[in-house]
């Protein structure tokens, strides 16, 4: 079984701020991990993705996110927050070698000010 | 090219009815899998199908039901509706079981 833990369920910055947003997971097999985005009214669109190459991956819009075995961590940064970057971030993780089946966290809320 | 594209895009019910939303994936995709999202939380699985098999059932009771046709597009089914069953039902499309999700924008029902 696995699970992820999303830490603040809010998050907010200043606009040109870096955006930091915590995800930690448990597994018991390696996993997989995912970043999703979500805008009001809309469905989920995928972020980028781990499934065992590099640590660090660079996904879209300029977000990136390390996996971090030893912390159980796959946190996600951008170094510069921008005003169209406010949504509901989703952190989700499958079991590599099972059903794949993804689990994910509560979500938060990224908030940019001006 | 044409994304995940689900209908109705919102619905409103009463206690107690039948419901069946409609989920076409992205050509060339054969698997598909139906969430639960209720407002404030992340999505809760709900069913896998991959190649017309159930290949997954989340903790849902047996009202829900699900299906896949040869052409791959899906349909989930919700009977004896409650009112807790209000939520957004997003159907997600991928080309394999391990690769990362495409999401359509979800069918709103509501009950009431």
């Known amino acids: 079984a696995q699970s992820v833990t999303q830490l603040g369920s809010h998050v907010s910055v200043s606009e040109g701020a870096l955006v930091l947003l915590r995800c930690n997971y448990s597994s018991s097999v390696p996993p997989y991990l995912f970043w999703y985005v979500q805008y009001p009214n809309q469905g989920l669109q995928l972020l980028l993705k781990?499934?065992?190459?590099?640590?660090l991956v660079k996904g879209i819009n300029g977000f990136e996110a390390e996996f971090k075995k030893s912390e159980t961590s796959f946190h996600l940064t951008k170094p510069s927050a921008h005003m169209s970057d406010a949504a509901e971030y989703f952190c989700?993780?499958?079991?590599?070698?099972?059903?794949?089946?993804?689990?994910f966290g509560r979500g938060t809320s990224l908030i940019v000010h001006p | 090219d044409a994304g995940v594209t689900q209908s109705p895009t919102h619905l409103i019910k009463t206690r107690g009815q039948h419901v069946t939303l409609r989920c076409s994936p992205i050509?060339?995709?054969?698997?598909v899998s139906w969430y639960q999202q209720v407002l404030g939380q992340g999505p809760q699985f709900i069913f896998q199908?991959?190649?017309?098999?159930?290949?997954g059932r989340g903790n849902f009771p047996d009202r829900f039901s699900a299906r896949q046709f040869p052409n791959y597009s899906s349909e989930l089914n919700v009977n004896a509706l409650l009112l807790g069953d209000s939520a957004l039902y997003l159907c997600?499309?991928?080309?394999?079981?391990?690769?990362?999700?495409?999401f359509g924008s979800g069918t709103r029902l509501t009950v009431v």
């Open positions: 050509s060339g995709h054969k698997s």
């Open positions: 199908y991959y190649e017309k098999e159930e290949r």
């Open positions: 997600a499309s991928s080309l394999r079981l391990e690769g990362g999700y495409t």
């Open positions: 781990y499934t065992s190459a590099a640590t």
């Open positions: 989700a993780v499958s079991a590599s070698g099972g059903s794949y089946i993804p689990t």
